[in-house]
């Protein structure tokens, strides 16, 4: 019978792009060889990385992507109800980012001219008339800013969670674009 319990327990981190482009996520992949060391702390949940459906009791959230529909809000309410710990992650999740350029056009007209026509199956997500920063819709304890954030960025938040210090990053990792 294994009786060893110092190994610590191994940190359940979830992660989503709602209205994002999987640019963040590629960015979080890029720490490379680091994710071998990674994995020995902590453990996925719903993630594009797994086949978890719906995302459960977690201790960190990484939320890519701001949020352009109301399947967006469900999901992103998700998350915040099931993560001690929120992170916006990337310039769409803090800003609306680029897909918020659209804030100035009439949701209506850019569907017709895109599709000819509104497309109004009940399957679809309802289009919000505007894309929101995910901060206007539920609390967020920390963010990582860039388009995408460097992977270094994800490496030291992470870090940072794993050691139980409060995420401060470098001076270097900290840029918008
Ligand atoms: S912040 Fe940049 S890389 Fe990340 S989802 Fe938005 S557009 Fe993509």
Redesign the pocket.
């Known amino acids: 019978m294994n009786t060893d319990t110092s190994a610590p327990r191994k940190l359940r981190v979830a992660t989503v ?1 709602l209205a ?5 996520h590629m ?1 979080f992949l890029d720490i490379d060889e680091r994710l071998f060391e990674l994995i020995e702390h902590i453990t996925f949940d719903r993630s594009p990385l797994t086949d978890i459906k719906t995302v459960g009791p977690c201790d960190i959230g990484l939320i ?2 701001g949020l352009c529909n109301a399947e967006n809000v469900e999901v992103l309410r998700a998350f915040r109800a099931n993560c001690r710990v929120l992170v916006a992650v ?3 999740a803090i800003t609306g ?2 897909p918020a350029l659209r804030n100035h056009l009439d949701v209506g007209d850019m569907l017709q001219a895109v599709y000819g026509t509104v497309p109004d199956d009940p399957e679809l997500p309802l289009p919000l008339n505007k894309v929101h920063p995910i901060h206007e819709v539920v609390r967020i304890d920390h963010s990582l800013p860039g ?2 954030p460097p992977a270094d960025a994800f490496w030291q938040l992470l870090q940072d969670l794993i050691a139980g210090r409060e995420p401060a990053l470098n001076k270097g990792l900290i840029r918008y674009d």
């Open positions: 792009s994002g482009c999987f640019g963040c960015s890519e992507g990337g310039a769409c980012g680029l388009c995408p």
